[in-house]
């Protein structure tokens, strides 16, 4: 006997398999009211410019991986950014990737670093931060926008192929604060890494004064508050609010000029003095971006994540010991 279905109850089947599915390819889903965090919005596959996506250094990347970009829910706010899997696996563990700079990140960008981390057998999500990229929002430099990257993780745990219980995460330049800043508020992050990250914005906006008219408006109350604000954003000043099971990779370059590496030696310091688990790897004349060494720090990277992500291998301890 053939059975018969109802418009209205096959509509609520494809509802429930796109609330499983958190959001399918190209489709953008009724939100609730109020938008759950981290709940996935809208999905669309990231495409490359015609001759790119053959290109050696993208192709075999695009072969194994479906890199998106997505729009997710933070705070009630719509919030871009980008979503990278594995074409095979399950149960992958995960990385959170901050992005550095105040400009959004651009697909080829996407592919070549969210793709390339992905390939080494990780979900691989990032945001843009809100008010960037045509998300909702103000755009803070570390203020509520970290709840874009906190919010990251249920978006996470929504993900089928995604185990939430191994989250890794990696930030770069402004990236490197709002990751501090994330590992105040969460212990559910395996393992993190900064590059060439910012510790000390006190610092940071003393050697680089170019920069204080683009960053200092982004900063809520600056004018009324400047030493809570920029002391909020310093590393440096509260090492032991840190998610004190998390180790940091600290990586820097002896000829950045963007953030000086003496900001990732002092926090490797700090980090010293109260037993915080940590590596630091400084490269002589590696700039900010650390193309100089790329072979070696995308080795140091990805051993990294391998180790206290992927495989969960304890922390050596840092108390000092006589063997």
Not at 195 to 223: C, H, Y
Request: charged letters at 25%; glycine letters at 10%.
């Amino acid at each position: 006997m053939t059975r018969r279905f109802r418009a209205g109850s096959m509509a609520s089947i494809l509802a429930a398999l796109l609330a499983l599915l958190g959001a399918a390819p190209g489709t953008s889903p009724t939100p609730a009211t109020p938008l759950e965090n981290g709940r996935l919005i809208s999905v669309s596959a990231v495409h490359l410019r015609p001759g790119l996506e053959a290109r050696p250094e993208f192709a075999p990347i695009l072969k194994d991986v479906d890199v998106s970009s997505i729009t997710y829910a933070s705070d009630g706010l719509k919030v871009k950014g980008y979503l990278a899997v594995p074409k095979i696996g399950e149960h992958l563990p995960a990385v959170i990737w901050n992005r550095g700079g105040n400009r959004p990140t651009e697909d080829l960008d996407a592919v070549s670093v969210l793709g390339a981390l992905a390939r080494r057998g990780f979900v691989v999500v990032a945001s843009q931060y809100r008010g960037t990229a045509g998300g909702e929002g103000r755009a803070e430099f570390g203020g509520a926008d970290v709840d874009d990257v906190l919010n990251l993780i249920p978006l996470l745990e929504a993900q089928p192929r995604a185990d939430a219980s191994r989250i890794g995460m990696v930030g770069w330049s402004r990236g490197g604060m709002m990751t501090y800043l994330a590992l105040t508020r969460t212990d559910r992050i395996a393992a993190a890494v900064v590059a060439s990250g910012i510790s000390d914005l006190f610092d940071w906006l003393e050697k680089r004064r170019d920069m204080q008219n683009a960053v200092t408006p982004l900063i809520r109350d600056f004018k009324g508050k400047k030493e809570e604000a920029l002391a909020a954003r310093s590393a440096i000043r509260w090492p032991e609010k840190l998610a004190p099971k998390t180790p940091f990779l600290i990586l820097a370059g002896t000829a950045d000029y963007s953030v000086n590496a003496k900001q990732s030696i002092d926090m490797a310091a700090a980090l010293l003095a109260i037993h915080h688990p940590f590596r630091l790897v400084v490269f002589e004349g590696g700039g900010h971006e650390l193309r100089e060494h790329k072979e070696e720090l995308d080795r140091l990277i990805g051993d990294w994540l391998d180790r206290y992500v992927r495989d969960r291998k304890p922390v050596p301890g840092l108390v000092p010991r006589k063997r």
